[in-house]
């Protein structure tokens, strides 16, 4: 019959013990104690437990305060029973043939009445059953210099020489798997080990730490056997008292092999040992020995626990480089994240009301996670303010992805927003992330939102309302963490009347909204806008030009910049590659000649080239682009009569517009 020793503390119990007949259990405060009582109470041996013909005694070992039996204080040797208690000063062990009888039903917890500790016991009796531990030491034989004691003098040399070059080997590891891999080898080289593990936690921890915790960093095995996890038992205990333990005859104790899930291989002993450094402990080495001739010995034990030792100290310098080194990173990428940003607010360049407003409009914009609608004509830089609103924002380490969504078809569209399984289209040969998946965390810009057609608006529709979505072919729901920003040059009041935009999508949109005026209703900030490409393309090209003549300058704000800003960037750019000097002149600023301003202008050279006998030097399609300006100039810009007089449909006219970049002057 199995006899145990539960410790106990109140009604709650601590460890159970199983009792081996013929090997005596030691109670005591010194590590090297099977049941080991961190008290000073406690003398270092303070009593042990035995068997003789079948028969249970407890034994006080002379101690300083004495051992109470059943509250009496024992002298010398005494018989056990079920159900007695020994103490030593507040720690109680109670000796039982039987754990589910250790606490009855009746016992109440103080602090929880509802507990019921015979169910508690009962499982963890089940479950958790102490193996046959043969040694444990806390302490560093080879630093104290006891090692220097054994009976072979050579021996300590050796392995002082052993550790030396393994401290050689850790030295050159540069993360943690490396380090792990030149410990297990070292072990291999030192001990009676054939089978090893390296476990780590999450983190250094001075307290307790759960096992459940352990991750295996390095395996190492003569087989391609899977690890087999050390048992709860044995790295709670490690864990717990920072020793390290040494357990034989695994193979012959049940409970150690179900515990260790050693059922396939012939465990004959097992080193737990902790890695410790600074009274933290950041992990275990496990060894194993499936070799009856070769077990692992006492000596095995101290060599393990100095190898821990110093894989911790190495350890703990690692992870303080990779814990500098991942703040290096952090900081790399903050400053080139804070470089983007400033790099973006120096492009919405301008002093203007205007541009004053919209800066302040971001900035309230983006700290929250509202659906922005940008609107303005083409050029004004929509693309620019959707990055600034997310530098601007929490999102600003997320991605920030782009897409046009009047650049693709409506079936080409839906698979680039929401992605495609493989076969879903012919063509379709692998899946494809689409961008509301790739924007997961950050913000997604859909520029040309207008051109989007209606059944790829019901889909957007649902996803902006918070739906997850499938991909094209697939039947997986997909959520996404997406903050979205449109933008359009298109009127969306009359496309929502003529039913091509739908009402609801449009209201869903129309959160917040931002406008971006078009140069011409800004043209104070022509000339900052002008030395700002200037000096960026100087930069770019090397060249020293330091900028614009006064005619130069005049001729850039006379023009009314049918194109924005986009097509000041590209004249300035043009410009300064014309130039010879260290002024742009006003030779080489080259317009388009598309400018509301030039209108006038443009119809009297339309006119003129419809005169009779009159010839110039123009293309057909200047001409073209001359004469329908000349009508609209001469409607009004009346839409529908200039397409009448021009003999063309309305919808053309606006197509031929749009590819000119001309709107009506004083909009």
């Known amino acids: 019959m199995s006899a145990?020793?539960?410790?106990?503390?109140?009604?709650?119990?601590?460890?159970?013990?199983?009792?081996?007949?013929?090997?005596?259990?030691?109670?005591?405060?010194?590590?090297?104690?099977?049941?080991?009582?961190?008290?000073?109470?406690?003398?270092?041996?303070?009593?042990?437990?035995?068997?003789?013909?079948?028969?249970?005694?407890?034994?006080?070992?002379?101690?300083?305060?004495?051992?109470?039996?059943?509250?009496?204080?024992?002298?010398?040797?005494?018989?056990?029973?079920?159900?007695?208690?020994?103490?030593?000063?507040?720690?109680?062990?109670?000796?039982?043939?039987?754990?589910?009888?250790?606490?009855?039903?009746?016992?109440?917890?103080?602090?929880?009445?509802?507990?019921?500790?015979?169910?508690?016991?009962?499982?963890?009796?089940?479950?958790?059953?102490?193996?046959?531990?043969?040694?444990?030491?806390?302490?560093?034989?080879?630093?104290?210099?006891?090692?220097?004691?054994?009976?072979?003098?050579?021996?300590?040399?050796?392995?002082?020489?052993?550790?030396?070059?393994?401290?050689?080997?850790?030295?050159?590891?540069?993360?943690?798997?490396?380090?792990?891999?030149?410990?297990?080898?070292?072990?291999?080289?030192?001990?009676?080990?054939?089978?090893?593990?390296?476990?780590?936690?999450?983190?250094?921890?001075?307290?307790?730490?759960?096992?459940?915790?352990l991750t295996v960093v390095a395996f190492r095995s003569p087989t391609q056997q899977e690890?087999?996890?050390?048992?709860?038992y044995l790295s709670s205990k490690v864990l717990r008292n920072h020793e390290a333990i040494l357990a034989k005859d695994a193979e012959d104790d049940s409970a150690l092999r179900e515990r260790d899930s050693l059922g396939e291989i012939s465990v004959k002993s097992v080193i737990c040992a902790p890695i410790r450094h600074e009274r933290k402990i950041y992990g275990l080495?496990?060894?194993?020995?499936?070799?009856?001739?070769?077990?692992?010995?006492?000596?095995?034990?101290h060599y393990t626990l100095a190898v821990a030792d110093q894989c911790a100290g190495a350890l703990d310098q690692l992870l303080k480089q990779e814990k500098l080194a991942e703040g290096l990173a952090q900081l790399r990428n903050d400053n080139a994240k804070l470089r983007e940003q400033l790099?973006?607010?120096?492009?919405?360049?301008g002093s203007s009301p205007s541009m004053q407003t919209l800066k302040m409009k971001i900035g309230r914009i983006a700290p929250t996670d509202a659906t922005a609608?940008?609107?303005?004509?083409?050029?004004?830089?929509?693309?620019?303010?959707?990055?600034?609103?997310?530098?601007?924002?929490?999102?600003?380490?997320?991605?920030?992805?782009?897409?046009?969504?009047?650049?693709?078809?409506?079936s080409l569209l839906e698979s680039e927003l929401f992605g495609h399984e493989k076969g879903a289209f012919t063509g379709a040969t692998t899946?494809?992330?689409?961008?509301?998946?790739?924007?997961?965390?950050?913000?997604?810009?859909?520029?040309?939102?207008?051109?989007?057609?209606?059944?790829?608006?019901?889909?957007?529709?649902?996803?902006?309302?918070?739906?997850?979505?499938?991909?094209?072919?697939?039947?997986?729901?997909v959520h996404v963490d997406v903050r979205v920003v449109a933008a359009t040059n298109r009127d969306l009041e009359r496309a929502v009347e003529e039913g091509q935009f739908r009402k609801d999508l449009y209201f869903r949109l129309q959160v917040v909204e931002l406008y971006a005026e078009p140069l011409r209703e800004h043209p104070t900030d022509i000339p900052l806008l002008a030395d700002h490409f200037l000096r960026r393309f100087a930069a770019k090209t090397g060249r020293q030009v330091r900028g614009f003549s006064p005619a130069a300058m005049e001729k850039l704000t006379?023009?009314?910049?049918?194109?924005?800003?986009?097509?000041?960037?590209?004249?300035?750019?043009?410009?300064?590659?014309?130039?010879?000097?260290?002024l742009v002149e006003v030779h080489d600023v080259y317009l388009s000649g598309l400018g509301g301003g030039e209108t006038?202008?443009?119809?009297?050279?339309?006119?003129?080239?419809?005169?009779?006998?009159?010839?110039?030097?123009?293309?057909?399609?200047?001409?073209?682009?001359?004469?329908?300006?000349?009508v609209l100039d001469r409607t009004n810009w009346n839409k529908s009569q200039a397409a009448q007089i021009l003999g063309i449909e309305r919808s053309t006219l606006d197509r031929k517009l749009k590819r000119y970049r001309v709107s009506r002057p004083g909009r």
């Not at 790099?343 to 360049?349: A, M, R, T, W």
């Not at 609107?375 to 782009?402: Q, T, Y």
Request: glycine residues 10%.
């Open 4 to 213: 145990y020793l539960v410790v106990r503390e109140g009604t709650h119990f601590q460890e159970v013990h199983r009792l081996i007949p013929g090997k005596a259990m030691t109670i005591g405060r010194a590590p090297s104690n099977s049941i080991v009582v961190h008290d000073d109470i406690c003398s270092r041996h303070h009593c042990e437990v035995t068997e003789r013909n079948g028969e249970w005694f407890v034994r006080d070992l002379q101690s300083r305060n004495g051992t109470t039996l059943n509250g009496e204080p024992l002298e010398g040797e005494a018989p056990l029973g079920p159900g007695q208690s020994i103490k030593i000063g507040p720690c109680e062990l109670v000796f039982t043939f039987d754990l589910a009888t250790v606490y009855s039903s009746g016992d109440a917890d103080p602090e929880d009445p509802e507990r019921d500790t015979a169910a508690d016991v009962a499982i963890y009796s089940a479950t958790v059953q102490e193996p046959t531990i043969q040694g444990a030491i806390t302490r560093n034989a080879y630093i104290s210099g006891d090692r220097t004691k054994q009976l072979e003098p050579y021996r300590p040399g050796r392995e002082l020489a052993a550790l030396y070059r393994l401290a050689l080997e850790m030295g050159k590891a540069t993360n943690s798997k490396q380090l792990a891999d030149a410990v297990l080898n070292g072990l291999a080289a030192g001990t009676s080990a054939d089978i090893s593990a390296l476990l780590l936690l999450p983190a250094a921890v001075a307290s307790a730490a759960d096992p459940a915790d």
């Open 227 to 232: 690890y087999q996890p050390v048992s709860v």
């Open 285 to 301: 080495i496990h060894l194993y020995s499936t070799n009856p001739a070769k077990p692992l010995e006492e000596d095995d034990l």
């Open 343 to 349: 790099g973006i607010e120096s492009d919405l360049v």
């Open 373 to 410: 609608l940008i609107r303005g004509e083409s050029g004004v830089g929509k693309e620019l303010v959707a990055r600034a609103i997310h530098m601007s924002s929490r999102r600003r380490n997320g991605p920030f992805v782009c897409m046009n969504c009047a650049a693709l078809t409506e």
């Open 431 to 477: 899946r494809k992330i689409g961008k509301f998946e790739q924007a997961h965390k950050g913000t997604l810009f859909l520029d040309e939102v207008g051109e989007m057609g209606g059944t790829i608006q019901a889909k957007f529709l649902r996803v902006l309302e918070g739906h997850p979505f499938e991909r094209v072919g697939g039947s997986t729901p």
């Open 558 to 582: 006379a023009y009314d910049w049918p194109g924005n800003v986009r097509e000041l960037q590209n004249t300035v750019e043009r410009a300064m590659v014309l130039c010879l000097g260290d």
């Open 600 to 630: 006038s202008r443009l119809a009297a050279a339309a006119v003129a080239a419809a005169e009779p006998g009159t010839f110039g030097d123009i293309s057909l399609e200047s001409l073209e682009q001359q004469h329908i300006l000349g």
